[in-house]
């Protein structure tokens, strides 16, 4: 997963203010209600949760983090939506997305939220591995709860759209060479980072995200070359900080349309109202996501 340095050169960064780097990717100050709709988000998850047919908190791994919900699909041999979280990496949990479940699986596909580790305990390239990890599980083990493995998609909104466009870039054969190649058929990532530079700037991520500016490199989608199979669709609220737009864009500008054919801002929508989108039939967002498994 490592970005090669000619890709470097083309990313020449304007220095900015700590205060305008806080500006641009402190969501929480940018949305005044932002608590409400985490409040809405449990709320909802914790109803999702109570669906006879969830399996919570099963282990792909040792670590006390290392585990997911599955809300199978009534279909045999379902398409596999895995939902990777946001928080910056740093925090949020799996039950807090519980809600995004029952509009996937209306659309005939089982759903897999799985949880990672958080910083400031691990860095960013741990949490990277940990969802190659548990990606690797669910291919293995998905069928049991009527999942196809051949047909696994991912969602992830903010640090989880991250994650989800790293794992697009995972090379599946240097960490199992009994995985397929391309065992992510498909992405969408909802607000997500591509290029992690101007993290090492933010003052308020300094402390939790202990990100250096090796890791950050290491760890943008947008400095890798476009993975050789899949495609990714790619949004961000219209309404998010011109920030989180540029680098919305920056996917589909480093990795070309034919692997992000869809980069669209969608108008009105801030950082988190944006997931409303997910849920809601006939939303374009839902669209897009019904989309990856036609």
């Known amino acids: 997963m490592h970005s090669h340095s000619d890709h470097l050169t083309k990313q020449v960064h304007e220095e900015h203010s700590g205060e305008w780097y806080d500006r641009m990717y402190n969501n929480r100050a940018l949305v005044p209600d932002f608590a409400e709709h985490f409040t809405r988000w449990q709320h909802q998850s914790e109803l999702a949760r109570q669906d006879r047919r969830a399996v919570l908190d099963v282990a792909y791994g040792r670590g006390t983090k290392e585990s997911l919900d599955i809300f199978p699909s009534d279909v045999p041999h379902s398409p596999v939506f895995v939902f990777i979280h946001g928080g910056y990496w740093r925090s949020l949990d799996k039950s807090d997305h519980s809600f995004i479940a029952p509009a996937l699986t209306k659309m005939g596909s089982c759903v897999v939220v799985p949880n990672y580790d958080l910083c400031p305990a691990v860095t960013i390239p741990q949490i990277t591995m940990q969802m190659v990890k548990c990606l690797a599980w669910v291919f293995n083990n998905i069928k049991h709860w ?13 640090a989880g759209g991250h994650l989800a466009a790293m794992l697009m870039a995972c090379q599946w054969q240097h960490y199992d060479s ?17 290029d992690l530079q101007p993290l090492v700037k933010t003052p308020f991520l300094m402390d939790s995200l202990l990100l250096t500016q ?22 961000a609220g219209g309404s998010e900080s011109q920030e989180f737009i540029r680098q919305n864009h920056l996917i589909q500008e480093a990795w070309g349309e034919h692997r992000v054919p869809i980069c669209e801002d969608l108008a009105g929508l801030n950082h988190f109202s944006v997931m409303t989108g997910l849920v809601t039939p006939h939303h374009r967002l839902y669209e897009l996501a019904q989309s990856l498994l036609d």
Not at 146 to 158: A, E, N, V, W
């Open 146 to 158: 009527g999942g196809d493995p051949r047909q696994i998609h991912l969602i992830g909104h903010s």
């Open 178 to 194: 009994e995985l397929p190649v391309d065992l992510i058929k498909s992405a969408l990532s909802i607000s997500g980072l591509f």
């Open 214 to 235: 090796t890791d950050a490199l290491s760890c943008s989608p947008a400095l890798m070359p476009a993975p050789n199979h899949g495609k990714l669709i790619s949004v």
